[in-house]
């Protein structure tokens, strides 16, 4: 215990850089899969058709590892293969391998009487899938975000292979200098991050869908 | 040499020599079978005893986020350095991910089976172990093979790091792909893992035909109805389902 705290008043300046580029390694393609997923999930119920396919791309795309991800991108798009952008795209396109079928699976879940309960009332298209069929197909996709923020989270560090992984520098540096402090701190660091990050979801959750906690008695 | 892709340079591919790929492989399936049968010998009977009592049930429900939120290459190393290097720390590190997968799923699969089924079973005069073994396991089979499922895509993808700590496996052609500024070789690197999990992925579902009884799949019966009611009773709780079927770790 006395090592870790010896290690983090000496290098505190270098673990919260790497925690600050862990947040935005993790959240930014968070954000852009989200996006991206919403309109694929929402055409794969839509387009039933679609549906299976979506599914077992999805499932293909899962089961690449990051780390070949991670070194393919560059040829793929050019960028340097330091360049944190490759790990924000291969976050990203993880993120919606999850999402997409959650959000399909989320949007199916809806109960057919309620949305045609929605058109009855003169909903269009467009303003049903709002105001109606997202809203009760939060609670299945904000479960989906929840994994996905997580994983995305854990998954950042193997970045650190590559020279960008916020914490997951301090991995590597641990290993290189067989010295466990900073790898303790990492690893709490990371799973702490999760936790909270799960948490804002859960709160958020609670906050958009006020009818799920009626019946309850609150 | 410089023309031919890694992939495809049949000297690559040379059994007797160190470091090909048919070798790596072989050592990558080790690393995943023996990582997966200790995962499952630790989590099965766990899942089985939380999911038929239902106590204790909160564990089988966090084990998937704990496990997902430790990064494994941070374990990884964390291990490395408390221990050394070798084989007992990858070990340690995969089966930690493998454990929550299965787990979990073993559970959520033993919970969404209907209760009536259960009161008839007891009704009918059969035993506490009866009805787990007749009864419920083969109707939360298919969901417990979805997380066997996700729990072997993860480790064949995750066991890539042990090449990290000087272990074998198919992670060496990433590993030294990099150092060596190799391209070719960390893309063959990724090419047999993807294609390596697409397969053991299409083996297991091929098992999960096998032993999952007709009955519940509604193969050979009027075709889709069992599966549709399996579907329907899991969609009661989808939450659950999303936690067991979907996972990545550090991959």
Do not use: C
Request: without cysteine; aromatic residues 6%.
């Amino acid at each position: 215990m006395n090592g870790i705290s010896n290690y983090l008043s000496q290098n505190s300046s270098i673990v919260v850089d790497a925690l600050l580029q862990h947040i935005v390694l993790a959240v930014l393609p968070l954000l852009i899969g989200v996006l991206v997923s919403l309109p694929i999930g929402y055409l794969a119920v839509r387009f039933g058709w679609l549906y299976h396919p979506i599914l077992n791309l999805s499932g293909i795309v899962y089961s690449i590892p990051s780390l070949a991800v991670f070194v393919a991108l560059p040829y793929v798009l050019g960028t340097r293969i330091l360049s944190p952008v490759n790990i924000v795209v291969a976050l990203a396109i993880y993120t919606i391998a999850l999402m997409a079928r959650t959000v399909a699976d989320g949007l199916r879940s809806v109960d057919p009487a309620l949305t045609d309960a929605a058109t009855g009332m003169g909903y269009q298209r467009v303003r049903r899938l709002v105001e109606v069929e997202l809203p009760l197909a939060a609670p299945v996709i904000l479960a989906g975000v929840r994994v996905a923020a997580v994983s995305n989270i854990s998954l950042v560090s193997v970045g650190a292979l590559l020279g960008v992984g916020g914490l997951g520098a301090l991995f590597t540096r641990g290993l290189q200098l067989d010295y466990t402090a900073p790898i303790l701190v990492g690893v709490v660091l990371s799973v702490a991050l999760a936790a909270v990050a799960d948490l804002l979801i859960v709160l958020f959750q609670r906050a958009v869908t006020p009818w799920s906690r009626a019946g309850q008695g609150v | 040499m410089d023309d031919t892709p890694y992939l495809l340079d049949g000297a690559n591919w040379d059994w007797s020599r160190t470091g090909s790929i048919p070798q790596l492989l072989v050592d990558h399936l080790g690393y995943t079978a023996i990582t997966v049968l200790v995962g499952f010998l630790i989590a099965f009977p766990i899942g089985l005893l939380i999911g038929h009592t239902g106590k204790g049930s909160f564990i089988a429900i966090n084990a998937g986020n704990a496990g997902r939120a430790l990064p494994t290459l941070g374990l990884l190393s964390l291990l490395v350095t408390l221990m050394s290097i070798g084989f007992l720390p990858i070990l340690i590190a995969l089966v930690v991910l493998v454990i929550p997968p299965i787990l979990t799923s073993t559970y959520a699969g033993l919970r969404q089976v209907d209760p009536d089924a259960v009161d008839a079973a007891r009704g009918m005069g059969m035993s506490g172990l009866q009805v787990l073994f007749r009864v419920e396991l083969p109707i939360a089979l298919p969901v417990i093979f979805g997380g066997l499922r996700a729990a072997v895509l993860q480790v064949v993808a995750t066991a890539t790091v042990a090449a990290y700590v000087a272990g074998s496996g198919l992670g060496r052609l990433l590993v030294d792909g990099l150092a060596l500024s190799d391209y070719g070789r960390m893309l063959a690197g990724a090419v047999v893992v993807a294609l390596l999990a697409i397969v053991l992925d299409l083996l297991l579902a091929g098992v999960q035909r096998l032993v999952v009884s007709p009955g519940i799949t509604g193969r050979g019966q009027s075709r889709g109805r069992g599966a549709r009611f399996v579907a329907e009773s899991g969609a009661e709780n989808p939450e659950e389902l999303v936690t067991a079927g979907t996972t990545k770790g550090t991959s």
